[in-house]
């Protein structure tokens, strides 16, 4: 078990043999409840309809949420990055999770990502209503930069209005040690 476990990233061969010594001291029925899950694996992950998180229903908590507000939609890389945002408590809109970013050197095309559902779904949500944001959270590297101008391209016949995450310099940085980029969307990005 120890050595499936170190399968794992982040897992050593050390720290998964700490895993299989604590769950020997589990009662049994927490054990089963665990195979029982990691057995649910084999069949997929059951991802959210809507926006590709992962949920145990059809639509995942957020989603579901009347108390989301469903005509703002961050778009994110991927489900972790939907976690981070989630841990800061201040957004109360909707996501969609792309599934990655665009990368031509690694084979990955916008074909590959979930952008036509992101179409499909702001056309179906114009339909209801015409005040949709679109907040484009997509990392600031190369691949997360092409993705967002690809997105905003892609998105700007359909009439509805796409922002970005402000970017620039973080709370206890220093000018002298900021990269140009940073600086500059820092100096953008100024209220």
């Known amino acids: 078990m120890a050595k499936q476990l170190s399968k794992l990233p982040g897992i050593g061969p050390r720290q998964a043999m700490r895993l299989v010594l604590a769950m020997v001291e589990w009662p049994k029925p927490e054990v089963q409840a665990l195979a029982d899950a990691l057995a649910e694996i084999t069949n997929g992950p059951v991802l959210c309809k809507q926006c590709f998180n992962f949920t145990d229903d059809e639509l995942c908590h957020i989603c579901a949420s009347h108390r989301r507000d469903q005509t703002k939609i961050a778009v994110v890389e991927k489900i972790t990055d939907l976690e981070s945002m989630e841990k800061a408590s201040v957004f109360q809109g909707v996501y969609h ?87 500059a969307n820092a100096l953008k990005n100024r209220r």
């Open 97 to 183: 999770v792309l599934g990655g970013v665009i990368n031509p050197a690694e084979g990955i095309l916008p074909e590959k990502l979930k952008i036509k559902e992101l179409k499909e779904r702001i056309h179906k949500l114009m339909k209801l209503t015409p005040d949709i944001e679109l907040i484009i959270a997509t990392n600031p590297n190369a691949e997360g930069e092409t993705t967002a101008k690809y997105l905003e391209e892609e998105l700007k016949s359909s009439g509805v209005k796409t922002t970005r995450l402000a970017r620039g310099l973080s709370a206890g940085s220093s000018l002298e040690y900021a990269d140009e980029t940073t600086l």
